[in-house]
């Protein structure tokens, strides 16, 4: 049995020797996902362990349960998830930041789709009082990328940004940061996400052929910057908008060094201080990051054929 700083009771949060994930053997389709159960584990250096209120799902997991992700290494069987907001129930050695039973958020290598998982406690931050669990969950990844995607691109106040899908996780954050950092943002949605762009405060416009001619419309001096956040074929027209490839990055188009584009993911460096920031605007109602659906560890398989179709209206979360 555990015991000491492992022990920690609060409703569902009641450690136990077993817990549930969901998992893949294989790689494949979302089919290949079930739900296994697990030993716990004690926290190693450095590390917590969390008992999952909720997860957010994003593409990586998909592409790496697809077996199409290469720079993550993957031992079967394998559980998906990288960003989770929940309770800590056990601290490693060295960890003075939290105590157990802190309300947490952060991102994990791999392991959110679980009851329980261990973490990094340096990418974690307290979870503000005010702030829904499946926001929370929601927010690590897309508040770290589109905050470390705006300081890459150097934003300034008075500039035009470009977010090209502007109504998926990190474009929903980055269009709210540049606003409010007195940028002028063009997002580039679905129709069916237009009106809630500008309620974003972004003008929005059709992403697909001819996004140059469209965005050359409403910006006829072209733009200052640019992010691509969809990775599907914007960035020859974003580079044209631009003036070059020097202040466009993607998070999404592995075509970027065919435009001489960075492809810059969210650094682990600074990472909690991005995601406290943001949280603490979403906790304090001024920054929102919408729920695109919700689902049991049973129906992870259902939630991965979502998010790969795409065109989706804020984030996905997976409940424990």
């Known amino acids: 049995m555990l015991d000491g700083v492992e022990q920690f009771a609060a409703g569902r949060n009641t ?179 237009h009106a809630y762009l500008r309620e974003l405060g972004a003008t929005p416009v059709s992403y697909g052929e001819g996004l140059a001619d469209r965005l050359r419309q409403l910006a006829p001096h072209g733009i200052d910057a640019a992010l691509d956040a969809s990775g599907r074929g914007s960035l020859a027209a974003l580079v044209t908008m631009a003036g070059g490839p020097q202040r466009v990055v993607t998070i999404a188009d592995p075509a970027a060094d065919q435009h001489g584009v960075r492809m810059i993911f969210g650094e682990p460096a600074g990472a909690a201080e991005r995601i406290a920031t943001v949280a603490t605007l979403a906790a304090e109602g001024r920054l929102r990051l919408p729920i695109a659906g919700t689902y049991p560890l049973e129906e992870a398989a259902q939630a991965h054929r979502v998010s790969e179709r795409g065109h989706l209206r804020g984030k996905l979360i997976i409940k424990p």
Do not use: H
């Open 15 to 193: 450690v136990t020797e077993q817990y549930r994930a969901v998992a893949f053997s294989a790689f494949g389709g979302p089919e290949v996902l079930e739900v296994i159960e697990r030993r716990v584990e004690s926290p190693g250096e450095g590390q917590v362990r969390i008992a999952v209120r909720a997860a957010g799902v994003n593409p990586l997991d998909w592409k790496l349960r697809a077996g199409a992700v290469t720079f993550i290494p993957v031992e079967f069987p394998a559980v998906p998830g990288g960003e989770v907001a929940g309770v800590i129930t056990a601290l490693g050695p060295g960890v003075t930041r939290f105590t157990v039973g802190d309300e947490v958020l952060g991102g994990t290598t791999l392991g959110g789709y679980a009851e329980q998982v261990l973490a990094p406690a340096d990418g974690l931050t307290a979870k503000p009082s005010g702030l829904a669990w499946d926001v929370a969950a929601g927010l690590p990844i897309a508040a770290n990328t589109a905050a470390y995607a705006l300081a890459e691109l150097g934003l300034k106040a008075g500039e035009t940004l470009v977010v090209d899908g502007a109504a998926g996780g990190v474009g929903t954050v980055a269009v709210q940061l540049a606003v409010q950092a007195g940028a002028t943002v063009i997002g580039t949605a679905g129709e069916a996400n």
